[in-house]
Nanobody, 120 residues
């Protein structure tokens, strides 16, 4: 089993910053792409940002210039630095990773989610 454990969510005022962290652990052989998704109340889950093991990044247009994704491959950890937060960034943020476990099975893994609430 591979587990993703998130931390760093919370309540922040509009214009503030938060940093999310997600660490993968367990029977990991290789982790490829890691990323963050979010789901606001009544809306579909959407990609926020992703980063490959080689460092290539991808961002949703709505967060470009405000959010920065990074990862520490040695620690199988991905971070999301969120600056200039807006009310519309309020959502449950989910960590996602894909990769092979030690038995060679390729899977898509999800964290339990962490709430980010931005007050206007």
């Amino acid at each position: 089993q591979v587990q993703l454990v998130e931390s760093g969510g919370g309540l922040v005022q509009s214009g503030g910053s938060l940093r999310l962290s997600c660490a993968a652990s367990g029977n990991i052989l290789s982790i490829y792409t890691m990323g963050w998704y979010r789901q606001a109340s009544g809306k579909q889950r959407e990609l926020v940002a992703s980063v490959t093991s080689g460092g290539s990044t991808n961002y949703a247009d709505s967060v470009k210039g405000r959010f920065t994704i990074s990862r520490d491959n040695a620690k199988n950890t991905v971070y999301l630095q969120m600056n200039s937060l807006k009310f519309e960034d309020t959502a449950v943020y989910y960590c996602n990773a894909d990769g092979h476990d030690v038995w060679g099975t390729f899977k898509d893994y999800w964290g339990q989610g962490t709430q980010v609430t931005v007050s206007s």
